[in-house]
C-alpha cells in the first residue's frame, strides 16, 4: 500500500481508521497533499473530491447527518479553511460530528510573509467542541530552519539519542491529542478541529508505515436523574392541570412510541411538535402556527402551562417562542445529555439524560392522572383549524401556500425530506406531513448557505431517496453544491421562485418601495434552468397550478438523471394569500 512518507500524516490517518471514521471529504490543494494521498489510496477510506470548501463542508454535514458518524473535510493553508466556518457553527448548534483537517505551514513560516497563510490556530475558537494544532517536529516546535542544528544539541554527546527522544515526545502528544478530538465528536456529537504543519517536499511515498499509534477508545460515562431532581420533578408533574411537551428537531425514531403515545392518553399534556420533530401521534399537535397564530391574548393566557417540557434541537416557530416568553410556564425543564437552552427565560431544571432514559424512569413513577380539560380544550381548537384551513386551500390561489399543499400531498412514501431555511420550513409548519417522511432541516444557525450541499450529502448515504425544497434565493446562494460528482440519480430538487426573498413580505416592513425590494428582498429575474444544463440535471418549470399538478405525477418517477422542478409563484400575492390564510382560521 501507498502512504504519505511524513510521519503526522500516517498517524492521522491511522487513527482515523481506527476510530471507523471512513468518510472523508477532500478539497484540492498542495499544503494538504500528505493527507490526500493516505486517505485517497488506503481502501478503507471513502473519498469525495469537492472543490469549493463551503460546499464541501455542508456536503460532509449532510453525510454525517445521516450517519450519526463523524465526517471529515480536508483542506490546504489559507482562506481555504475560513470557508468551513459556516458548516462548523451548524455542526456545533446542530450537534452533528464533523472533523476539520486542515494543512498549514510550519511553525517557523508563519508570520513572516509566505504565501497563502493566514492564523490557523484556534480559528474557531467560539464554535468548536476541541482545537487542536499539532506538532511537526523539534527544529519547527522551536522555529529553527531545516538546515540548522537545535541550540540544545550542539553541545551535547550522543545527539542523535537526545533528539529521538524529544521527536516521540512530540509523536506522543500528536497521538494523544488526536485521540482528545476524534473521542470528542464520537461522544458529544459536534465539530473538532485538527490543524496539521506539513513541511515540503509534501508528495513523497513509501510502502511502509514508520508509525504505529495507538487508538484511546472514548470513555462514556453514564447518566442518571438525581433521585431528588426526580422526586421533585414527579411531584410538580402529579399535582399540575396543564402540562405542554414542546418538541424540537429529532431523528426519525429516535423517541420510544411506547413513551409517545403514553404522553397522548394524558388529558392534562398536549404535544406540540413541529415538522422536524419527526415524531407522530394522532393526539399530538403538528401545526403549531396554525393553531396559535390567530389566538387572542385572553386564549394565549389560557394556553400558558404550568410545567413546559421540551425535548430535541432548535424551534423553528418564532409564535410560540413568543408566547411561551410573555406567558412563561411555572417550571420549564430541558431533556438533554449535552446542553439546555434557556429559550423561554425560566429554564427550572435541565435533566443531563437522553428523552428516551427520562420517560423510561419517570413516566413508571407516575401515580395517577390528573383530572384536567386542557388537551380537550386545545384538541377542539385544533379540530376548528384543521377545519378551517381546508376550507382556505379549496378556494386559495396558485401562490406559495397553495404550492406547498400540493407538494406534501405527492411526494411519495418514505422519502428523505430536506427542506431550506427561511419561508420554505415555515410553510412546512402548517401542514401535517406524511408520517412516512424523515424531514431535516439546517435549524442550528438557520443560514441559506448550505442547504442543498447538505441534501446532497444526505442522499449520497442513504439508500432512501431525497428530495430537497428550498426558495430561489437559498438555492442561487449554493448554486456550487452542483459542482458535485456524486448526485444519485433519484435526488429531487424542488425550487419555489417567488423572484427574491418572499418571507421579507411577511414581516413587518414597507413592503411597496425601491428601497424593500433592492435591499431586502432583493427582487431578481433569475431562474435555475441554465445551471441545470451545466450540471446534467433534468429540469422542467411550471407557472401555473394544472401544469404543477400533472407534472407532480411523473417528477417522482426513476430517471437517469437528478431531476430539479422549478415552481414560479406570484411575488406580490404570497404574502397577501398567508395573512388571508391566517385571518380566516380565526
Not at 517536499?201 to 460515562?221: F, G, I, M, S
Not at 399530538?284 to 387572542?296: G, K, M, N, R, V
Not at 407516575?366 to 383530572?371: A, E, G, L, R, S
Not at 420554505?424 to 443560514?447: D, H, P, W
Amino acid at each position: 500500500m501507498i502512504y504519505p512518507k511524513i510521519p503526522l500524516a500516517q498517524t492521522v490517518i491511522e487513527l482515523f481508521k481506527a476510530k471507523g471514521i471512513k468518510h472523508i471529504v477532500i478539497s484540492p490543494g498542495s499544503r494538504n497533499a500528505p493527507l490526500t494521498i493516505g486517505f485517497t489510496n488506503n481502501p478503507f477510506f471513502t473519498c469525495y473530491s469537492i472543490v469549493d470548501e463551503r460546499s464541501a463542508g455542508f456536503f460532509a454535514l449532510g453525510i454525517a447527518q445521516q450517519l450519526k458518524m463523524p465526517t471529515a473535510v480536508v483542506c490546504t493553508s489559507g482562506s481555504a479553511l475560513v470557508n468551513y466556518y459556516p458548516a462548523v457553527t451548524e455542526a456545533y448548534f446542530s450537534n452533528i460530528p464533523l472533523v476539520v483537517l486542515s494543512a498549514d505551514r510550519p511553525k517557523h513560516l508563519i508570520g513572516i510573509g509566505d504565501g497563502q497563510t493566514i492564523n490557523q490556530k484556534n480559528i474557531f475558537e467560539n464554535h468548536i467542541l476541541y482545537s487542536v494544532n499539532l506538532k511537526l517536529d523539534i527544529k519547527d516546535e522551536n522555529n529553527i530552519p531545516e538546515n540548522e542544528d537545535l541550540p540544545m544539541l550542539k553541545n551535547l554527546e550522543g545527539k542523535l539519542e537526545r533528539f529521538l527522544g524529544l521527536q516521540k515526545d512530540i509523536q506522543t502528544h500528536n497521538e494523544e491529542e488526536i485521540n482528545e478530538a476524534l473521542n470528542f465528536t464520537l461522544l458529544k456529537k459536534g465539530p473538532v478541529h485538527i490543524n496539521i504543519p506539513f513541511d515540503e517536499p509534501l508528495y513523497e511515498t513509501v510502502e511502509k508505515l514508520r508509525v504505529n499509534p495507538k487508538a484511546k477508545k472514548p470513555v462514556q460515562k453514564p447518566k442518571v436523574i438525581e433521585e431528588y431532581v426526580l422526586n421533585e420533578c414527579l411531584e410538580d408533574w402529579n399535582s399540575a392541570v396543564k402540562k405542554m411537551i414542546l418538541v424540537g428537531a429529532n431523528y426519525p425514531n429516535e423517541i420510544e412510541q411506547k413513551w409517545l403515545n403514553e404522553l397522548a392518553e394524558d388529558d392534562s399534556v398536549i404535544v406540540f411538535t413541529e415538522s422536524t420533530s419527526n415524531i407522530h401521534n394522532d393526539s399530538f399537535f403538528p401545526s403549531i402556527d396554525q393553531i396559535i397564530e390567530p389566538l387572542t391574548e385572553e386564549e394565549k393566557k389560557a394556553l400558558q402551562p404550568e410545567i413546559l417540557l421540551t425535548f430535541g434541537g432548535l424551534i423553528v416557530s418564532k409564535k410560540i417562542k413568543t408566547i411561551l416568553r410573555k406567558f412563561q410556564p411555572k417550571y420549564h425543564w430541558h431533556i438533554d445529555e449535552k446542553m439546555a437552552n434557556d429559550t423561554f427565560f425560566c429554564l427550572r431544571n435541565h435533566i443531563e439524560v437522553s428523552p428516551n432514559q427520562f420517560f423510561a424512569t419517570f413516566l413508571p413513577k407516575i401515580t395517577h392522572y390528573v383530572k384536567s380539560n386542557y388537551f380537550a380544550t386545545w384538541d377542539a381548537i385544533k379540530k376548528q383549524r384543521l377545519k378551517k384551513h381546508e376550507e382556505y386551500l379549496k378556494t386559495a390561489p396558485f401562490s406559495d401556500l397553495k404550492v406547498f399543499e400540493m407538494l406534501f400531498n405527492n411526494i411519495p412514501d418514505n422519502y428523505i425530506l430536506q427542506m431550506g431555511n427561511s419561508s420554505a420550513i415555515r410553510y412546512s409548519q402548517l401542514f401535517k406531513l406524511n408520517k412516512s417522511l424523515e424531514v431535516f432541516c439546517n435549524r442550528g444557525t438557520s443560514g441559506i448557505d448550505g442547504c442543498t450541499s447538505t441534501a446532497i450529502g444526505c442522499a449520497v448515504v442513504n439508500s432512501k431517496p431525497t428530495t430537497l425544497i428550498t426558495g430561489d434565493l437559498s438555492f442561487l446562494y449554493d448554486s456550487n453544491a452542483l459542482w458535485n460528482n456524486y448526485i444519485p440519480n433519484n435526488f429531487r430538487i424542488i425550487v419555489i421562485n417567488n423572484q427574491g426573498g418572499g418571507i421579507f413580505r411577511i414581516l413587518p416592513g414597507n413592503k411597496n418601495t425601491d428601497n424593500f425590494e433592492t435591499f431586502f428582498e432583493t427582487t431578481h429575474k433569475l431562474d435555475a434552468r441554465h445551471l441545470c444544463r451545466m450540471y446534467g440535471i433534468t429540469y422542467k418549470s411550471v407557472l401555473k397550478e394544472k401544469p404543477l399538478e400533472y407534472y407532480l405525477k411523473e417528477f417522482f418517477e426513476p430517471g437517469d438523471r437528478p431531476k430539479l422542478l422549478e415552481i414560479f409563484t406570484p411575488r406580490e400575492i404570497n404574502d397577501e394569500v398567508l395573512l388571508q390564510y391566517f385571518e380566516y382560521l380565526k
